[in-house]
Every structure is written in structure tokens, then in C-alpha cells.
């Protein structure tokens, strides 16, 4: 489990409101909130009905303690809402459910290594709290084995359009301030963001995002760690960008040339699986042998959720060419035609 440690900037004194039926009420709630907790562990979405309580306890109570979890369970429950999708989706062990706790800032040099420090001013623009706290989870969770590898500009990108779908899609009301205070600030930082932003968005759109072009990036950047090609690993990944957006612009006729990418550090084919008559599957199997036959490293099967049994009877049919290893099944955001959720999976090939 990952934690966002949240470091307080101001407190306020707590005045207590303990009067007659108040701790009664009081104490029921914290048994009811003790089992929504447990429940919570097993079923990530119950967290907004414990944001819920306790935003009713807040405003109640005026705890300023109640607040702060209030604050937190809200940045949790988004987080983790979306963890449970993008587990699927990522490459394996990139994102695990979050956790929030508070700590005071005497006491940030007591975090574990891997925490996430996020500074925070409980009582001001709690859609600040929510897009902070989103966005500094994944720049932290992305990219585990290859942070050192890839360059900071192209994580902090990536991270962005994660972030942006996600606050889209779980908390639309909190986008504004993500665009005004996280993608701004970040732009001016470092400026080369900027060539990124539409280009990650066109590419999850059509599922090449996560499906393609991430898994390529981090896969390329085990691979040449200790390598020259390290040195310009950031044009590498401006080719595969630009070789995805070609690709994606030809639909649905892509030319021979487009469905693979060759360079000194890596190469990969695409493989849009549709169309699932009767032994057809075989002219999919064809086209991986000759993939291997051209030396392609790394091979990329696309294709839609409706047609997912077809796809699985592919993926199971190339598993038996002894030259392909399956590296990994995964889910698809979006589909190549551009509709919700796919399904994907890479190959990897074993060269004497």
C-alpha cells in the first residue's frame, strides 16, 4: 500500500463540543465509521460513504480532526476508485491502494522511504487538497523500476494525463483547479511538458497510451540502463510518440510501413485483433511468426472488450510459437476505434 503522508501548514485550536445527546451520537458514529473502515479495506468504493459520515460529523461536531479525515478520505477515495481500474491496465505493481495520514512537520523526517509528503492547508480550496494529492500519488507511483531512467519531463507528463483522466472521470468539479494550479505550475517548471500534453491525450483516446506506448518506454528503459542510448532516451521516446500519433491518424488504413517501428534500442509490431469468424485466429498467428521472422522484439495485441473471448483464443494460439513469451494480459482504457475499454497484451521475443 502506498501512503500520502500530509504535512500540516497551520493549525488552529480545537474547541471540543461535548454537550448531553452530542456524545452519544458521537459515539455511534465512531463505531459505525470503525466497521465502514473495515469494509472499506475490502471494497475501496465504500470510502466515499466514509468521506461522507465524516463530513457530516464535521459539520456537526466542528472537530477539526474529523475535518482533516474528511479531506483526506475525499483525496483516498479518488485515488483509489481509479487504482482498482488502472491495476488492470498498468504494468504490474505500478499503483497500489493509497493511503492518507497526517503528520505534523516536526515529524517528516520519521516517513519511510517510498512515502509521499504532500504540504497542505486543511481549511483552504479543498479542490486543491483533492488535485495535490491525486497528482502526487501518480508522479510517485509511475514509472517504479525506471524513475531514474526516464526522463523527469516525460514522467511528470504521463502523470498528468493520468491525473487529468482521473479527475475527469471521479471528480469532474476539481479539473479547473488541476489545469490552473498543477499543469501550470508544472509547465513552467519545465516548459518541454507542453509537447507532450495533446499528444497523450489523442493516444489514450485510442488506448495506445497505456496499451503501447508506456509499457515500450518503460520496457526500452530496463533495457538500456547501463547503455549509450540512455544519453538520448528522451528523442527514443519522441519517436515512439510520434510513431503511435502516425499510426492512430492512419486509421483505419494503415499503410505496410506504420504497423511496426525499428531503432538501435528496440522494435515493436501492432496487432489489432477484430473480425472473429471461424479460423481466423490463424491469420493472426501468421503475422506474429513473421514478426519474429523480421526481428521484432516486442509485439502489441489490441483490440476491443466485445470481442474479448476471440482475442484470448489469439493471444492463447501465438502463446504456442516457442519464439514469444507473453509478457503480460492487461485491460484497455479505451479500444483502437476509440471505445470504452479494450484489452491488450505484449509478447516479448527470445533471439539466440
Known amino acids: 500500500m502506498s501512503t500520502i503522508a500530509i504535512i500540516l501548514l497551520q493549525t488552529d485550536p480545537v474547541i471540543p463540543g461535548f454537550v448531553g445527546n452530542a456524545l452519544q451520537i458521537l459515539g455511534i458514529s465512531v463505531v459505525i465509521l470503525i466497521f465502514i473502515e473495515l469494509l472499506s479495506n475490502l471494497f475501496p468504493k465504500i470510502t466515499r460513504l466514509k468521506k ?82 491525486i497528482y502526487s500519488f501518480f508522479v510517485s507511483s509511475l514509472f517504479p523500476e525506471t524513475k531514474e531512467i526516464v526522463p523527469e519531463c516525460t514522467q511528470k507528463a504521463v502523470a498528468i494525463q493520468i491525473s487529468r483522466r482521473t479527475i475527469e472521470e471521479k471528480r469532474a468539479y476539481a479539473l479547473k483547479s488541476f489545469e490552473n494550479e498543477i499543469v501550470e505550475r508544472e509547465i513552467k517548471i519545465d516548459p518541454r511538458i507542453l509537447v507532450y500534453l495533446e499528444d497523450f491525450k489523442l493516444l489514450d483516446q485510442r488506448g495506445f497510451f497505456t496499451g503501447s506506448f508506456l509499457r515500450e518506454v518503460d520496457t526500452v528503459a530496463h533495457k538500456i540502463r547501463f547503455l549509450p542510448d540512455r544519453q538520448t532516451f528522451l528523442d527514443e521516446i519522441t519517436y515512439v510518440i510520434n510513431h503511435n500519433k502516425g499510426f492512430i491518424e492512419a486509421l483505419p488504413e494503415v499503410p505496410n510501413h506504420l504497423w511496426t517501428r525499428k531503432s538501435t534500442t528496440s522494435s515493436y509490431r501492432f496487432l489489432l485483433v477484430k473480425s472473429p469468424y471461424k479460423y481466423k485466429h490463424k491469420i493472426y498467428v501468421n503475422r506474429a511468426q513473421m514478426s519474429y521472422n523480421d526481428g521484432i522484439e516486442h509485439l502489441f495485441i489490441l483490440g476491443a472488450e466485445v470481442e474479448k473471448e476471440f482475442i484470448k483464443k489469439v493471444i492463447e494460439e501465438i502463446e504456442k510459437i516457442p519464439n514469444y513469451r507473453l509478457a503480460e494480459i492487461y485491460k484497455l482504457h479505451k479500444d483502437f476505434r476509440g471505445n470504452d475499454k479494450g484489452i491488450g497484451a505484449l509478447f516479448i521475443a527470445k533471439f539466440k
Open 52 to 133: 461522507n459520515l465524516f463530513g457530516f460529523l464535521r459539520q456537526h461536531f466542528k472537530f477539526k480532526i474529523l475535518e482533516k479525515k474528511a479531506i483526506a478520505l475525499d483525496i483516498e477515495g479518488a485515488i483509489n476508485e481509479t487504482v482498482l481500474e488502472l491495476q488492470g491496465e498498468l504494468p504490474a505493481g505500478w499503483v497500489r491502494k493509497a493511503s492518507i495520514k497526517w503528520v505534523k512537520e516536526q515529524k517528516a523526517s520519521e516517513l519511510n522511504e517510498g512515502e509521499i509528503i504532500l504540504r497542505i492547508r486543511p481549511h483552504e480550496k479543498q479542490d486543491s487538497n483533492l488535485v495535490n494529492g
